[in-house]
């Protein structure tokens, strides 16, 4: 059993700061990666950024400049720091790993979910 957790998000006005954080916990064998997607009302859930074991990183396009990911190994953490935030940043944002469970078993797990609300 794999449990993401998901704390932070909330209302923030345009042009503001907010952190998520996630912790995987449970039966981990290896975490190969993890990010954050988000989904807007009406839309698909998109990715926003990703972060890998070696700490190599990829971003949407939308939010490069703006938003920063980390990730702290020993513990299973995974931060996504949004600076210069947009009301287009609205959305529900997911946690995910991508991890090993044994040698040879993957799979994706999400977290909860969190709203975060940019408006003034």
């Known amino acids: 059993q794999v449990q993401l957790v998901q704390s932070g998000g909330g209302l923030v006005q345009p042009g503001d700061s907010l952190q998520l954080s996630c912790t995987a916990s449970?039966?981990?064998?290896?975490?190969?990666?993890m990010g954050w997607y988000r989904q807007a009302p009406g839309k698909e859930r998109e990715l926003v950024a990703t972060?890998?074991?070696?700490?190599?990183?990829n971003y949407a396009d939308s939010v490069k400049g703006r938003f920063t990911i980390s990730r702290d190994n020993a513990n299973n953490m995974v931060f996504l720091q949004m600076s210069s935030m947009e009301p287009e940043d609205t959305a529900v944002y997911y946690c995910?790993?991508?991890?090993?469970?044994?040698?040879?078993?993957?799979?994706?797990?999400w977290g909860q979910g969190t709203q975060v609300t940019v408006s003034s």
């Open positions: 995910n790993a991508r991890l090993y469970t044994t040698y040879q078993s993957w799979s994706d797990y």
């Open positions: 449970g039966n981990i064998f290896h975490i190969v990666a």
């Open positions: 972060i890998n074991a070696g700490q190599g990183t």
